[in-house]
């Protein structure tokens, strides 16, 4: 990524545009609902079991695929959604 980014402000048509936005004062944004959603798709994500198994049988191949959500514990559901509050408490 930092060579590309080198090589892009080596070009004279993008070289200012890089210049202003790393120059640029922007204020970092968390809109509330996509970061609810981000973080419940984490929350998801690392709850989630998946298991894979292959097995070549009679000369016959089987794939069987698993997927175990277990039930998010509230007081998670709590500490994610708190993050979308104003002041986040």
């Known amino acids: ?13 993008l070289a200012p545009r890089i210049e202003a936005w790393l120059t640029g004062s922007r204020k970092l944004l968390f809109e509330p609902i996509t970061t609810t959603l981000i973080l419940a798709g984490i929350v998801v994500v690392l709850s989630t079991s998946v298991k894979i198994e292959y097995e070549n049988k009679d ?16 007081s998670l559901i709590k500490k994610v959604l708190s993050f979308a ?4 408490k």
């Open 1 to 13: 990524m930092r060579a590309i980014l080198q090589e892009a402000a080596n070009d004279p048509a």
């Open 59 to 74: 000369g016959k191949k089987h794939l069987k695929v698993s997927v175990d959500k277990k039930a998010t514990p509230a």
């Open 85 to 88: 509050k104003p002041g986040g």
